[in-house]
């Protein structure tokens, strides 16, 4: 089983801590803190997924992931999008462009992160 792991956050508190309860839960993290080099670091890392922020400088997750589904090197690669935008029209965007799924961080627990990473990376 593939246990990398790529995190595109820029929130650096939230980002750590998601990569602490990662780590605990026996994954290799890398971290990025914009989506410039999102694309790049999934063709290299080939992670088994990818927990992807939306609003985010430089690139915006929507574009990140639009570029990770449009190349063949990448398109298969599970996107989780975690982020606080809340309006079912950015989820339904994310779903559009490719997400496995979507979920609002203040409604959801680090812990139920982990477990649905655990779930489609195994």
Do not use: C, W
Request: overall charge negative; charged content about 35%.
């Amino acid at each position: 089983m593939n246990k990398n792991l790529l995190i595109v956050e820029d929130d650096l508190f939230l980002g750590k801590l998601t990569v602490k309860k990662l780590e605990m839960e026996g994954f290799t993290v890398t971290f990025l803190n914009d989506g410039s080099s999102v694309h790049d670091e999934a063709k290299r890392l080939q992670p088994a997924a990818i927990l992807l922020d939306i609003i985010m400088p430089n690139k915006d997750g929507f574009e990140a992931l639009s570029e990770l589904k449009g190349d063949d090197a990448t398109k298969k690669i599970p996107v989780i999008v975690l982020s606080a935008l809340s309006d079912e029209k950015d989820k339904k965007k994310a779903k559009d462009l490719g997400a496995e799924s979507f979920f609002v961080k203040s409604d959801v627990e680090l812990s139920d992160i982990a477990k649905y990473v655990k779930k489609i990376a195994s």
